[in-house]
Structures are given as C-alpha cells and as structure tokens.
C-alpha cells in the first residue's frame, strides 16, 4: 500500500513538474526600464495573437537594467529587453547579453543603435525652464552654455548625476561632444563654482528642486516632450504648457531606445514577435503619452499634445564606440570635478 502511494506521489510530482514547464514555456520574460509603460489592453492583445503570457520585469533606470543583464547572464533573466539605448548600446555589446536581430529587423533598425538592437523611439534630454519663474526674475533666459556661468545666473540649475541616472549622463555626453572634454571640464567647474545642484535622479530633480513643482531652481536637465507632459497631466487642463525647452548648442543629447534579444534567453519566436511589436502603428502611437518619447517610425501620426514638445534643430549623437570607450572614465572625472 505504501508502495503504491509512494508511486502514485511521484508520478504526481513528475506531472506537475511537467506543468509547471509548460507555463514557462508560455512566458514571455521582457526586462524593461522603469519608465516603461504601455496601455494594458495593447499588451493582452499581443499575448492573445502570440499565445503568451507577458512577464515584464522592470529593471530600474536602464544603466541598472543593463547591469542586471550583465550580472545574470550565465542564466539569464529576460528573453526581450527594451531600453537600452545609444548611451548604453556599447556597453552592452562588449559585455555580450545581445544577439544580433533578423536581417528584417536589423534593416530597420536606426544606426545609433547597430544591429542588436531595433530602434523603437527617441528624446532630447535638453534643459527645462519654468517660464513663470524665469519671467519674475527679470532676467533674459540665457543663448549659450557659457552665459548659465554668469552669476546671475547662480543657483538657478538643478541636475541628475550621471554616475547613476541615464538624463544626467546624456546631458554630460552632449557638453563633451559640443565642446570637447577639455573646454565641457572646465564648464562644469564654473558651474559647481556657479550653485547648480545635483541629485541623484531625474524624478527628484524635476518633481522636488525644480520650480514649477515649488523647488528652488528655474532650470533643470529634463526632456523636450516635458512641457507637453505639463499639459498633459495638468488638474486646471491648460492649453498652454507652464514650462519650456531651453535648447542650447551643447545642451541637446538625442537619446534613441531599442529592443532586442537577450543572448540565451528563450522563446526566439515570441520574442521576435515583441520586437515587431513595439515597432508596431499602436505602439508607436501610444508610447508618445505614455512613455513621452518621439515615435521612431516616421509614419506615425503625432499626439495633438506634442504639439508642445516640438523637436530641437540641433542636438549631440556621438559616435557608440566613443561612448563605450570614454564614458566611464568622463563620468569618473566629473564626479572629481564636481562633487569633490
């Protein structure tokens, strides 16, 4: 009898086992960053045609996304990533966590970001100013990077840290890239010297030190699709937006994000399936009020609200391969010069 039982439990164990497998052969794990975010009935739709269930796994910002793929990939955790981005691209190239795309999808994809990944959308990280504040000062906004260093502009910047936010580390790309990393140091020093304020993120820069949201600083590093945001979210549903871009030659990083697939990941069906999808008409036309990026497919039609994030003429991209090299070491050198 207890032999009987014994066998009976175990060929239970072995069933359910084989179950369980089954259920994750039916997941879909898609590592994302933290800003992720898309209509849930646009998500179910895609599990409802792919036959999956959608695991997403947010991440953090998309620099500790990164780093999780990295850590995890002798088993990695995703399938699917997206976010990673032109910052981060060669980064993650060098570590190998990518696998290159379809020829189709490669194709398609925007050369900020190579063949691992698929362009989805894109952003300026650029400056943001207040225009009730700006308008009490009295003072003209200033036209170039090196008028922020006049004191009377002193104190009037507040910034992510590049070491752990990826607007931060944009935004110091861009002063290197315009200026060069000799002149962009020395610009830095005279803002420290000048009482720009660094946080450590982009949600307390811009929710808790800028003015608009009763903080104490005019300017602050952000994107151009902010002042839209602005109305957007508005409780008094305003038609204009109470902040705007400040585009300054040297000021402007053009960010591109993609998806692509995790190397040793699974579900190469599905996951390829996700890669389409977020380059799809619906997805591009939801991720611009839901994510606050530029659609990376030109046919797309805008969001009527963009019509307050309007693009920047001029804008920095340096080259990804500059970026992997440099990039450590010009985010070690700021920390000296200005947090030091």
């Known amino acids: 009898m207890n032999r009987r039982l014994f066998v009976l439990a175990a060929a239970a164990l ?10 994750a052969a039916d997941e879909l794990r898609v590592m994302v960053h933290s ?6 009935p646009l998500l179910a739709q895609f599990e409802s045609q792919n036959g999956v269930k ?14 999780k793929l990295i850590l995890t990939r002798a088993k990695p955790v995703a399938d699917v ?13 060098a570590a190998g966590v990518l696998e290159p795309l379809s020829p189709q999808a490669a194709d398609a994809s925007d050369a900020d970001l190579g ?3 698929a362009a989805v959308d894109y952003g300026f990280v650029t400056l943001n100013y207040d225009k009730g504040v700006v308008a009490k000062s009295g003072l003209a906004l200033p036209k170039t990077m090196q008028e922020l260093t006049l004191p009377a502009y002193r ?12 607007t931060g580390y944009a935004f110091l790309l861009a002063t290197i890239s315009a200026m060069g990393a000799e002149p962009a140091f020395a610009w830095w020093a005279q803002m420290r010297a000048n009482g720009m304020k660094v946080v450590k993120g982009w949600s307390e820069a811009y929710y808790t030190e800028f003015a608009r949201n009763k903080g104490a600083y ?26 705007a871009s400040l585009n300054l030659k040297g000021g402007v990083f053009r960010q591109v994000e993609g998806v692509g697939l995790v190397k040793g990941g699974g579900q190469r069906a599905a996951a390829s399936k996700f890669v389409e999808f977020m380059r799809s008409g619906p997805v591009q036309q939801a991720l611009q009020t839901e994510m606050w990026m530029y659609p990376m497919q030109a046919n797309t039609p805008r969001a009527e609200v963009m019509r307050h994030a ?6 920095e991209a340096p080259a990804v391969t500059l970026v992997a090299s440099k990039g450590a070491d010009w985010v070690a050198r700021w920390t000296k010069v200005v947090l030091k």
């Open 218 to 243: 005019p300017l602050v590093v952000s994107y151009a699709t902010s002042p839209a945001a602005e109305v957007f979210y508005s409780k008094e549903k305003v038609t204009d937006s109470p902040t």
């Open 115 to 117: 063949a691992a990944l």
């Open 310 to 315: 309007s693009e920047p003429a001029g804008f």
């Open 155 to 166: 104190n009037w910047l507040v910034m992510p840290n590049p070491a752990t936010s990826s």
């Open 54 to 67: 959608l695991a997403i796994v947010k991440g953090g910002d998309a620099g500790e996304m990164l780093n």
């Open 81 to 93: 990533v997206f976010g990673i981005d032109n910052t981060l691209v060669g980064k993650a190239l």
């Open 35 to 40: 800003s992720f975010s898309l209509p849930k």
């Open 14 to 23: 072995v069933a359910f086992s084989a179950f369980t497998q089954a259920l």
